[in-house]
Every structure is written in C-alpha cells, then in structure tokens.
C-alpha cells in the first residue's frame, strides 16, 4: 500500500466520481479505478458500492477513509518533524487557532517561545471548532485556543487569558451618546454578527450574552466570518459590531468608534482546549507561559 494510493481513495471518497476525482490528481479514470481495485484487494473488502453508473462509500469504505486520513497525518508529521530536525529544533507543538483568535497576547507568547524555548519548533494553524475537536482527536494538533466553553467529553480546556467585549459603532451613530453601552441599548439596533458556521464559538458568546440579559437577539444585518470584515460593514453603516477588545484593537477603522459595554457584562475567556490526558512537558510549559501572558496582560 503506497501512500498515493491512500491520496487517491481519499480524493474517490470526497468526489464520489471517478471522473472528477482523476481530474484532480491528474491521471485517467481507468487506472485510477483500477488503483482502487488493486487497494481493495489487498484490504479484502469492497470500499465502493458501484451501481448504474453511481458510487458510494460502503461501511468498511467509511472506516477506512477515517485510517486513511489517520495514516496520512501520521506521515505528514513525520515529515514535518524531520524537516523540523533538521533545521534544529528539538521538540515540536502544534496549535489550533479558532474564530480568528490572533489576539496580542498570541503574539507575545509566540516571541516568549522563541526567546525561552528556541529548539522547540512552534506551529499555528488556523481552523474551525469543529475541525479542531477533530483534529484534537485525531493527533493532529496538541492543543488550540479558542473561546468554546463547553467541549465534548475526553477535551478539558484551560483558561489562559481574559478579553473585554466591545461595540464597533459608526461614526454619528446615537449610540455614541453613551459613554458605556448596555445590552440593552445594543439589542434596539441591527447587528453585524459572526457566521454561526464560520466562527460558530464567537457566534455563541454572542447569543448567550443577549439570553443572560433575558433579551431577544437583535435583527442581524449581515453575517461576517472575521473581525476585518465586521470592521468594514461597520464603517459602510451596516449596523453595529460586536467583538473583542483585543481583536478591535488589531482591525481598527478611521470611520469606526469602540466603545466598551458596561460592567456588568462579563469579560469573555481564552482557552487552550487539549486532550484529557496527561500533556507533554513542552506542551506544559506553553500553557504554562500563556497564563503568564495573560496575568501580565490583565494586571
């Protein structure tokens, strides 16, 4: 079994057609059906059901597309960590980034591991919830940070940090009248909110705030998958932001004003989502260097 022939399976399994998946890897249909014949005979079991023209994954199909992605992690991380060797480092971390948490205190942890850490090497990859908790699950992340408060059993999440949430208010706008922004003010005019897909964690805390004030959710004028584009309908007079301190900070607009909520709304954590077992010692100490960060950045 070669590892082309996992790549190939993979990509028959996305596309369910043998056409469109040789388009892909830019071969024939013929020996790419043939390949998935020669990987079914040394499995000895059928992958695909074949009717009228149709594919579909069979069961065996569906287990074995979830080793295949498994195997092919596995080799990738062997070839990262080698490159990685080779260049010097001596450990390796890999974090998740959700709901596009590229937040200031991300940024001086990430120089704190280069200056205390240097040989161990420290990537960032940026996905969704949901891809986190299965990449979490399927080893290939160590942990990530987001702002998800409830993860699924076999998942413990550590705070790390806490942020303000702010409005993002046009310019001549009545809210501005106020110094601080209540809830309530918020809840009579329309939102720009995060798509619940998208960022489905900065969507969430947004509605559970609006349901802990007992109120109803304003009416959404658009949805935006990040900050930057928040920033912009804001400015165009879409309606009114919500966000993190941090984060507004980052994407700042000259048409744009920030005003932070009164005191009674609670300031929103940062986790480090990990699995429920015991970390390694490079992983401790990052955690262990983000909650300095964020006491740092807190006092």
């Known amino acids: 079994m070669r590892i082309r022939h996992l790549h190939y399976f993979l990509v028959v399994a996305e596309e369910l057609s043998f ?34 023209g149709r594919i579909r994954l069979t069961w065996a199909g569906e287990v074995f597309r ?14 990262t960590r080698v ?24 940024t001086k942890l990430l120089a704190r591991c280069r200056e205390e850490e240097p040989l161990t090497e420290v990537r960032i990859i940026e996905m969704t919830t949901k891809e986190m908790t299965r990449a979490l699950g399927n080893d290939q992340i160590d942990a990530a940070f987001t702002i998800q408060t409830e993860l699924s059993a076999g998942f413990v999440n550590e705070v790390v ?36 897909e998208l960022c489905p964690s900065l969507h969430d805390a947004i509605r559970r705030g609006f349901c802990e004030f007992t109120l109803p959710l304003p009416a ?7 900050h930057e584009s928040m ?17 507004t900070a980052l994407y700042n607009h000259p048409d744009v004003i920030i005003r932070p909520f009164t005191d009674d709304v609670p300031s929103t954590p940062t986790f480090i989502a990990r699995l429920d077992k015991p970390p390694s010692e490079e992983l401790s100490r990052f955690i262990a260097r983000a909650q300095q960060v964020g006491e740092v950045i807190t006092t």
């Open 19 to 52: 056409s469109r998946a040789a388009a892909r890897v830019h071969i024939e249909p013929s020996p790419l059906s043939r390949t998935i014949k020669e990987l079914e005979a040394e499995l000895g079991v059928r992958l695909f059901q074949r009717a009228s």
């Open 231 to 247: 920033m912009m309908l804001v400015a165009a007079g879409y309606g009114i932001g919500l966000g993190l301190e941090s984060q």
């Open 161 to 196: 940090w806490t942020d303000r949430p702010v409005t993002a208010i046009p310019k001549n706008h009545p809210l501005l009248s106020f110094e601080k922004i209540t809830p309530h003010e918020v809840a009579r005019h329309a939102l720009i909110l995060y798509h619940p």
């Open 83 to 106: 490159h990685a060797a080779a260049r010097g480092y001596r450990g390796r971390l890999r974090i998740g980034l959700t709901d596009s948490l590229a937040q200031p205190q991300l």
């Open 220 to 226: 959404i004028a658009e949805y935006v998958s990040g």
């Open 66 to 79: 979830e080793e295949a992605h498994r195997m092919l992690t596995f080799m990738e991380g062997a070839r």
